[in-house]
């Protein structure tokens, strides 16, 4: 039993870095391969009113990720069925419309019954902002430990003073 309760405190003191996900070409990648680094963790969707988003979460990526910042985008069709694509269509269409380079992921329930292990670490009742995702576009910024730091509206602009500071303050 003692065993069992130092591992759940183990994986606990790891946060998101005891998990795995699938690539947007739906290959395994274990989030403890991000340890060290800042994260910025988005549900997107294609065909949203917020899609445009995407044009600041990779400018984002490109200004800090040498200094240690890496977005990951996490397609979600739970939202006015926004993001209907298959996950090839989703990588073209990010490609050619914003230019995305930083990584994407393979489509994800954020809500629900079937939220994904990683959601469940952002938003379940551990963490420090619990609470369903309103929309697409939901913002994480998980610091290099793999805590959850700070948790971003959907409304809220990827570039904005409030985001900027934050990533800044995660990555010193």
Not at 114 to 132: D, I, Q, T, V
Not at 149 to 157: A, G, H, I, L, N
Request: hydrophobic residues 35%; proline residues 5%.
């Amino acid at each position: 039993m003692a065993a069992l309760l130092v591992g759940s405190v183990s994986a606990m003191a790891d946060g998101i870095h005891n998990l795995k996900v699938k690539d947007i070409q739906g290959n395994e990648k274990a989030l403890v391969d991000f340890k060290g680094k800042a994260l910025l963790i988005v549900n997107v969707a294609s065909e949203c009113g917020l899609t445009p988003q995407y044009e600041g979460l990779e400018a984002l990526y490109k200004k800090y990720s040498e200094k240690g910042l890496v977005v990951l985008g996490f397609p979600c069709n739970q939202f006015g069925s926004q993001e209907p694509g298959s996950n090839t269509e989703i990588q073209q269409f990010c490609k050619k419309n914003y230019g995305v380079s930083f990584p994407m992921f393979s489509k994800i329930e954020v809500n629900g019954s079937g939220r994904h292990p990683l959601y469940k670490e952002l938003a379940g009742e551990g963490s420090p902002f619990p609470g369903n995702i309103g929309w697409n576009f939901a913002k994480f910024l998980v610091g290099k430990d793999g805590k959850v730091m700070k948790r971003f509206e959907p409304s809220t602009d990827p570039e904005s003073d409030e985001v900027v500071k934050a990533i800044e303050a995660a990555l010193k």
